[in-house]
C-alpha cells in the first residue's frame, strides 16, 4: 500500500472511498479506537463510532488508545472523550478511573466532580490525582527551590561581603561611579555592595490567593503544586486560599497537596474582592510579602473595591502579581476592563506557564519589576 494513501486515511477516516485503500491490523484498530470518538458529532451526522453510556466499554476504549497512542496523543483524546461524548459520569465508575491515562486536565474534571462521585470511586481518583501531583513535584520542586533560594540570598545586600564571590559586582560599579579614574579606565570601589548570607528567619510572606472557577481548573492544579514547594521552605511563610463567591483557607493542607486539592470545589461564581479582603489579613510585613492572585478576573463581586483593595496593597509595599493563568494551556480567556485597570495602577496581569513560576518567584523575591520581567519572557517565547 502506498504510504501516502496510507496516512491520508488514517487522517480522513471514514471508508476507503476517495483514498481507494484499506486497512487491515493495527491501522484498522487505531483507525476504529479514533473513530468511536471523531466520527460524526455534528447535527444530523451518522455516527460509525461511538463509545456508549457503558463504563467497560469506555475502559476498554481508555485500554486501547495507550496502546496505540503516545501518553500525550492519549491525553488529548481523552479530552476531547469527556467534552465530546459526555463522559462525566462514566469517569466515577472505578474501572474507568484505572485505565485512564493520568494529566492535569483528567485531575482538573476529577476535581469538578469531587463533591459527587460515589465513594467507591473516591480512591481510585485519589490515586490518579496522587500520580499526577508525584510527577508534578519531580519536575518542579528542585528548579523553584534552587530559583527561591537564589533569590533570597541575593536580595539580602550586605556592605560588608566576607568573600569575593559574595560581592555584586553590577551593584558595587554603580554604587562607585564617582571613583571613576579616566587615566586609568578604571573604578576604584570605596564601597562594597554584596550579597549576605541565607537566613534561618522567614525572609517573605507569599500568599497564594487562587480562583476555582470552572475554567481555572489546570491552574488550580499547578498552583497547589508550588504552594506545597513554597510551603516547605523555612525562609517563606507561605499561606493559601481558594475561593468562588466563598473564601476558603487551605494552608493547613499544604503539608498534602493531594489532600489540599480535594479540598478545593471547581465551579460556581466569583468573588475576587473578598478573596482580597480575606487575604489582607494574612499580611503582617507588607515590605516583605508577595500577594499572587490567579484567576481570569471576571468579577462577581464588587469590582470599584476589588481595585481600591489592590492599589491598597500595592501602597503599603506588597508586592502584587496576577497571573490569568498559571498552566500550558495557551492564551487564556479573561476580563481585559479588569487587566487594563490593574495595569494602569501598575499591576501587569499576564499569563505564566509552570515551567517559568520559579524564575517569576525569584523575580519577585528580588522586587524586580514584574511587568519588564513578563515582557522579557514574552519576547523570548516569540522568538
Not at 20 to 44: F, I, K, P, V
Not at 254 to 283: C, K, M, W
Not at 334 to 347: E, F, R, S, T
Request: proline residues 4%.
Amino acid at each position: 500500500m502506498d504510504e501516502r494513501l496510507r496516512r491520508w486515511r488514517m487522517v480522513l477516516g471514514g471508508d476507503a472511498d476517495g483514498t481507494g485503500c484499506s486497512l487491515t491490523g493495527a491501522d484498522a484498530q487505531m483507525d476504529g479506537a479514533l473513530a468511536a470518538l471523531y466520527n460524526g458529532g455534528g447535527e444530523g451526522a451518522e455516527r460509525s463510532g461511538g463509545l456508549g453510556a457503558s463504563a467497560p466499554r469506555v475502559a476498554r476504549w481508555l485500554g486501547d488508545i495507550r496502546s496505540y497512542f503516545p501518553s500525550t496523543v492519549v491525553q488529548v483524546m481523552q479530552k476531547d472523550a469527556v467534552e465530546r461524548l459526555n463522559l462525566t459520569r462514566l469517569l466515577m465508575e472505578p474501572e474507568m478511573l484505572e485505565a485512564v491515562e493520568p494529566d492535569v486536565h483528567m485531575v482538573g474534571t476529577l476535581l469538578s466532580l469531587n463533591r459527587v462521585m460515589p465513594e467507591k470511586a473516591r480512591e481510585s481518583a485519589r490515586a490518579l490525582v496522587r500520580k499526577v501531583v508525584s510527577e508534578l513535584e519531580r519536575k518542579l520542586v528542585q528548579k523553584t527551590k534552587a530559583a527561591v533560594t537564589g533569590a533570597l540570598d541575593r536580595s539580602a545586600r550586605t556592605h560588608r561581603p566576607k568573600r569575593v564571590a559574595d560581592i555584586d559586582w553590577d551593584r558595587t560599579i554603580r554604587a562607585n561611579l564617582k571613583n571613576y579614574l579616566p587615566e586609568r579606565n578604571t573604578v576604584i570601589p570605596s564601597r562594597l555592595v554584596g550579597y549576605g548570607r541565607r537566613q534561618r528567619a522567614v525572609q517573605r510572606e507569599v500568599v497564594l490567593c487562587i480562583d476555582q472557577s470552572g475554567s481555572m481548573a489546570a491552574s488550580v492544579v499547578y498552583s497547589s503544586v508550588f504552594g506545597a514547594v513554597l510551603a516547605s521552605m523555612s525562609s517563606l511563610r507561605t499561606s493559601l486560599v481558594v475561593f468562588d463567591t466563598a473564601v476558603v483557607d487551605l494552608t493547613d493542607q499544604l503539608h498534602d497537596p493531594v489532600e489540599l486539592l480535594f479540598g478545593t470545589q471547581l465551579g460556581g461564581g466569583t468573588d475576587i474582592n473578598r478573596a482580597i479582603a480575606y487575604s489582607q489579613g494574612l499580611i503582617t510585613r507588607p515590605n516583605d510579602s508577595i500577594f499572587i492572585l490567579i484567576s481570569d478576573l471576571y468579577e462577581g463581586g464588587v469590582r470599584e473595591e476589588m481595585l481600591r483593595r489592590v492599589a491598597q496593597m500595592t501602597a503599603s509595599g506588597v508586592q502584587v502579581i496576577v497571573l490569568l493563568a498559571l498552566s500550558d494551556e495557551g492564551a487564556p480567556f479573561y476580563d481585559h476592563d479588569n487587566a487594563a485597570a490593574l495595569a494602569a495602577m501598575g499591576v501587569p496581569a499576564f499569563a505564566c506557564t509552570p515551567d517559568a513560576f520559579p524564575d517569576l518567584m525569584a523575580a519577585a523575591i528580588e522586587r524586580r519589576d514584574i511587568g519588564q520581567w513578563a515582557e522579557r519572557r514574552l519576547e523570548r517565547t516569540a522568538t
